[in-house]
């Protein structure tokens, strides 16, 4: 936690860009920044105004070097947590974020905030990563599920809860309330949309019994707006097809399922030069994006996804700001070099507000 004059200078700066955004006049700012003044000498702290929570949040999204998506940051949706008291209140309003976002899978980018940990509250923490995201088990034949999950489920397991041990098991959401044991909860069956995955010209990949969740709901990092640390925020936009059929399914450390595509297409997989991983990584890549429509869901594919960035780079730079990135995870991992984005560089500068890691709990 900011001593006081780090909170007071976080958030003059905060209150000074977000309110010439919002066209405020400027006696409204300093009259703001006055009352922020004495309320952080009061009591050690300051509440942001729902305006200010919501253009706050939508700022950090805005300043998020690695995501690709950035486009839509002014149509984030926010939900105003803060009064929630207790983790069973907390694990409620996440069922409701889940279903809400997903939005039978015409997908709304929302997030969810929950109060921040000051000098007068407690915190809030949830340990999963994403809301929705499924268990990694290690067995005595080899892993089962998702392996970056490992560490995670066998926390859950600890607390006492048990999944079914396929691969694709939901993991349940785990709160903790300021110093006290936390809690998990099931999310029920209902909430969660999940989409099989079929290839438009292989009858057969639907035999390989692949799906993802429809909706990626980050739940592990901290927003940090005027000086103000809300380390339950979670946030969500829709799947970048290559998120799930290049790294999800295609790490050879997670899913590693191009092995089995190529097979089941056929292909020579002794000789690296036949590109037989590159060929299925494809295909895998068409099965998802073609599942997904199929579906319903909102899905973007990363050209597309890389002309929408290069928009929002023009609309940036005709308000005057100017733009930061990390090039190393803007680059979709399919064909970078067909977007522009592989051929030029990105200041990868931290601004505030802004979403940040935080420390692991288990
Ligand atoms: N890459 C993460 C995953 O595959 C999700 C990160 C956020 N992605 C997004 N499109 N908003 O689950």
């Known amino acids: 936690m900011l001593g006081k004059t780090e909170i007071y200078e976080a958030a003059h700066s905060f209150i000074t860009r977000a309110y010439s955004e919002l066209n405020k006049t400027p006696?409204?700012?300093?009259?703001r920044i006055n009352d922020i003044l004495s309320e952080i000498q009061q009591t050690g702290t300051y509440t942001h105004t729902f305006e200010?929570?919501?253009?706050?949040?939508k700022m950090a999204w805005r300043n998020s070097n690695r995501c690709i998506g950035r486009l839509f940051w002014d149509k984030l949706r926010i939900?105003?947590?803060?009064?929630?008291?207790?983790?069973l209140e907390v694990a409620s309003l996440l069922i409701q974020h889940i279903e809400k976002a997903t939005n039978g899978g015409r997908i709304i980018p929302s997030i969810t905030v929950f109060r921040p940990e000051t000098a007068i509250s407690e915190s809030i923490?949830?340990?999963?990563?994403?809301l929705i995201r499924y268990a990694g088990y290690e067995t005595t034949d080899?892993?089962?599920?998702?392996?970056?999950?490992?560490?995670?489920?066998?926390?859950?397991?600890k607390m006492g809860w048990t999944g079914e041990g396929t691969d694709f098991d939901i993991l349940p959401l785990v709160i903790q309330q300021g110093n006290q044991?936390?809690?998990?909860?099931?999310?029920p069956r209902h909430a969660v949309i999940e989409v099989h995955l079929e290839h438009p010209e292989i009858p057969s990949f639907s035999s390989l019994g692949l799906k993802w969740y429809a909706v990626p709901i980050i739940s592990d990092m901290a927003l940090e707006i005027g000086g103000i640390t809300y380390q339950a925020?979670?946030?969500?936009?829709?799947?970048?097809?290559?998120?799930?059929?290049?790294?999800?399914?295609?790490?050879?450390?997670?899913?590693?399922k191009l092995p089995l595509i190529a097979e089941l297409m056929g292909l020579d997989t002794h000789s690296e030069t036949t590109l037989w991983r590159d060929r299925a990584l494809v295909e895998l890549n068409i099965a998802v994006l073609h599942s997904y429509k199929k579906a319903g869901v909102s899905i973007v594919d990363h050209h597309t996804a890389a002309m929408q960035f290069?928009?929002?780079e023009e609309r940036e730079a005709r308000s005057d700001r100017e733009i930061t990135g990390d090039w190393t995870w803007l680059i979709p991992p399919v064909s970078p070099a067909t977007t522009h984005i592989f051929h030029k560089s990105y200041n990868d500068e931290v601004r505030s507000p802004l979403f940040q890691y935080m420390e692991r709990l288990y």
Request: proline content about 5%; glycine content about 8%; overall charge negative.
């Open 27 to 31: 006696e409204e700012t300093r009259s």
């Open 181 to 187: 044991e936390p809690e998990w909860f099931n999310i």
């Open 125 to 130: 923490r949830i340990w999963n990563h994403q």
């Open 52 to 57: 200010e929570l919501e253009h706050g949040a």
């Open 310 to 312: 290069r928009s929002f």
């Open 142 to 157: 080899g892993i089962v599920g998702d392996p970056d999950s490992i560490a995670f489920t066998n926390m859950c397991n």
């Open 233 to 256: 925020a979670p946030f969500n936009g829709w799947y970048m097809g290559t998120e799930i059929g290049a790294r999800n399914l295609a790490d050879s450390f997670r899913y590693n």
């Open 79 to 87: 939900t105003d947590a803060r009064q929630s008291e207790s983790p």
